[in-house]
DNA sequence: CCTACCGATCGGTAGG
DNA sequence: CCTACCGATCGGTAGG
């Protein structure tokens, strides 16, 4: 299944569909419909309904982890390593809320193996943060904290960002970025006394 | 419709389907065949598939809403307030992860005049916790942060955990709940210079 | 990308 | 709470 334009355009709507109404909630024709073709006609360019899906979980899941892995490059200690982490989760999230929705919300109806396989990637990505808050206590530079617990309450809070967050509100994305950024970091530094 | 044993059985294993497949991908029949009953008699107890989803979704959040009173009655400065508010709602989460789940992540699928009520009391609800965290600030008790932005970052946090906990995991609900109060204390406290 | 069509399943009702 | 049934819609295929 290449890559077309056509096939772009599908996942975009579908992107904004799965979004707004849920996965499950959305059929093929819905998402035929708002590209004014007809519901079979879909199937000349996607395999089936779950093919759209995993298009763009794996596309999100691969941005995250690409973000990832260029925030964690530079080393300059726990705090900000995680600074780092942070900015450029919310900023993979901000890039696109509709996609970034779905991945967060729609990948559990992914069937087996794309469930299991999505699954792992979060798994290893939430790994990462949590050896990352577990090696910042370690050195001191951060609060003694259960990182299973903190990397699940940051994670949370973060992906929170595609659910509520209105790029045409009251709240820039780069202060969005700016202000998710000194929650995080304080939520694991020692408050002063 | 008033609430008997049945109805009661009806609403718990709904929120368990709910809460594994989503709303809109459990079917009645589904529901019905946990109960083993035929699917139409469900229709003897309930009158529709979304008066379940009411039921459950208005159920908890009267829970967060009385729970939230009784957090704030006591006034003994911002940050208690803030302390016993998280404490509170997290026990509500914990008190039935199938329940919140589908609080936290169905209620969309209501339809009018339900949607809006519930998004009403959602918002009264999100109010509060800004104005406390606004109150907090101009008190000097917390860090400078827009309100919203940290209102939304800490009722992500809160709510996730209705996603990820395991009871049969290996954090006590205690645990939980004091880890989250500190996490989301020190996330609104000027850190240590 | 279209028309025509498929079997399966959906939420819900009638009438006991 | 059951049997029998309803019209609507579902994801998807055949054959152009």
């Known amino acids: 299944m290449v890559e077309t334009a056509r096939r772009r355009a599908i996942e975009d709507v579908a992107s904004a569909l799965f979004r707004e109404r849920g996965y499950a909630a959305t059929s093929v024709r ?3 419909r708002a590209l004014d073709i007809q519901g079979a006609s879909l199937y000349a360019h996607v395999a089936s309904k779950e093919d759209v899906l995993l298009a763009i979980v794996d596309r999100v899941a691969t941005r995250f982890e690409e973000a990832a892995q260029e925030a964690l490059a530079v080393d300059r200690g726990p705090v900000e390593r995680l600074a780092r982490l ?8 901000l890039a696109d809320l509709d996609q970034s929705s ?6 559990r109806h992914l069937t087996e193996p794309n469930h299991d396989r999505i699954l792992a990637r979060r798994d290893a990505y939430e790994r990462r943060l949590r050896d990352l808050i577990a090696d910042g206590t370690r050195a001191g530079a951060f609060a003694h904290v259960d990182p299973t617990a ?6 949370s809070a973060l992906n929170g960002i595609a659910t509520w967050y209105r790029p045409d509100g009251p709240i820039a994305p780069g202060d969005l970025a700016d ?3 000194d929650l995080a970091l304080r939520s694991l530094m ?4």
Do not use: C
């Open 30 to 32: 819905d998402i035929a």
């Open 86 to 93: 942070v900015r450029a989760h919310v900023e993979v999230v």
């Open 102 to 107: 779905v991945f967060v919300h729609e990948w």
């Open 150 to 155: 903190a990397a699940a309450f940051l994670l």
């Open 179 to 181: 202000a998710f950024v």
């Open 190 to 193: 020692e408050a002063s006394p």
